[in-house]
């Protein structure tokens, strides 16, 4: 009789989980069932991939670019990455210093990877994505997390950061604009911090796959800011920003040394990504003026609509998304806490949000409203949201 075993690594991922989607899962449950369920927790646009790039990937389909890859990715893809970081940046980027991965949360496991041995310590600010913990986990690195206060729009604590920073300490990994805070870390802040943590001999990581979603100021990137490259790693990708959640496209920008352990790493694991998505891909990148402009403009349309429909409520108290898809609303005045506010709305009146807690302790009084709705559908759901604050 074969007596299955498994890795640690398949323990650590099945205890680790922060409830994030216990609400969303039991709102699709009830959709199944038939219910009125509106679903404001996923990240995932519902925009569609825009024509064009999907007529280009078809077209690279129908000429056979369904071969293998260079493990690092197509040159035609890292030089469209490159050409848009030395736009955006004092630095000029080489495609050299590009990797290609399937999505960016594939670039930041790899990245990890090559940066972290077991016990290392990443210090990273809270709430922060759900999808860090499980990354550190697989690797047994320890997260140090840095509460960011709500009081300040969980704007980023620089002094907070460098403290927690010791020798045990290997990267520092922020988020901007942020998941799910949507704040902006400030150029000047990012140059500091990058500073900072070359001086500590210390990696600084940073995922910036809201980068073209800002309302409020303008995002810009860690390569734009930082006076030195050598301890920067930038991670982005084209799931949010072109609708291509299910294309899976990232990349990490980073230093050539280190690119070339990512190489090394990615030939292990994926063995290259898909041709005709990276072709498409580099098509995306260089034809994208018009679309990513209009999604902006939906987004931040939809962001004022929820906005002003629950300022109206006494209970609520949403802070302002300066970027990316969500709104942190603390729903403190209601008397209940993020997690409760979340299950007794879906029980209500089937609208499914999810609780801050599963970011983070520090916003364990807010609720996330995603914005991959449209407006019709995030109006309806504001008013039931009302009806239920009413209610209570
Ligand atoms: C902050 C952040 N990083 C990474 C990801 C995942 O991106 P990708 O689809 O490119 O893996 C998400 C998705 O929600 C996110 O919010």
Redesign the pocket.
């Known amino acids: 009789m074969f007596e299955s075993r498994y890795s640690e690594v398949t323990r650590r991922l099945a205890v680790e989980d922060s409830g994030a989607w216990d609400v969303h899962d039991r709102a699709r449950e009830m959709e199944r069932e038939g219910q009125d369920v509106i679903l404001l927790c996923v ?1 995932d646009p519902d925009f569609r991939t825009p024509e064009p790039i999907i007529d280009n990937a078809v077209s690279y389909l129908r000429v056979g670019r369904t071969h293998y890859s260079p493990a690092l990715g197509e040159m035609k893809l890292r030089r469209a990455v490159a050409d848009m970081e030395t736009q955006t940046s004092p630095h000029p980027c080489s495609a050299e210093e590009v990797a290609i991965f399937p ?4 670039a ?1 496991h790899a990245v990890m990877s090559c940066l972290l041995d077991p016990g290392d310590e990443v210090v990273i600010p809270e709430p922060m ?1 759900v ?1 860090y913990g499980t990354i550190m986990s697989c690797l047994m690195a320890k997260v140090i997390a840095v509460p960011l206060l709500a009081e300040r729009d969980f704007a980023l604590d620089l002094t907070a950061i460098k403290q927690a920073v010791n020798a045990r300490t290997r990267v520092v990994f922020v ?1 901007t604009p ?2 799910p805070t949507g704040s902006i870390i400030p150029r000047a802040e990012l140059a500091e911090l990058a500073d900072f943590c070359r001086q500590r001999n210390v990696w600084l990581v940073c ?1 910036e ?2 980068s073209m979603f800002s309302y409020q100021g303008r995002h810009r990137s860690l390569r734009a800011c930082a006076a030195h490259l050598d301890n920067v790693v930038m991670v982005d ?4 920003s072109h609708a291509m ?1 299910g294309w ?3 990349w990490a920008v980073a230093p050539r040394e280190l690119i070339q352990r990512l190489g090394n790493y990615a030939a292990a694991t994926l063995f290259g990504c898909p041709q005709f998505i990276q072709d498409a891909s580099a098509f995306a990148l260089e034809n994208d003026q018009r679309y990513v402009q209009e999604m902006r403009e939906e987004y931040r349309q939809r962001r004022d609509l929820v906005l002003s429909e629950l300022k109206k409520l006494d209970s609520l108290h949403c802070h302002v998304p300066r970027a990316g898809m969500f709104i942190m609303c603390d729903v403190s005045g209601s008397g209940l806490s993020g997690r409760d506010f979340s299950s007794q709305l879906l029980d209500a009146e089937g609208v499914s949000v999810v609780p801050g807690d599963a970011f983070g302790p520090s916003a364990a009084s807010c609720v996330r409203i995603g914005l991959a709705q449209p407006r019709h559908v995030l109006g309806k759901a504001c008013q039931r949201i009302q009806r239920f604050c009413d209610s209570l």
């Open positions: 990240g999505g960016a949360t594939n930041l994505y999808g988020n942020g998941n995922d796959v809201y990708g084209l799931s949010k959640s899976r496209v990232g």
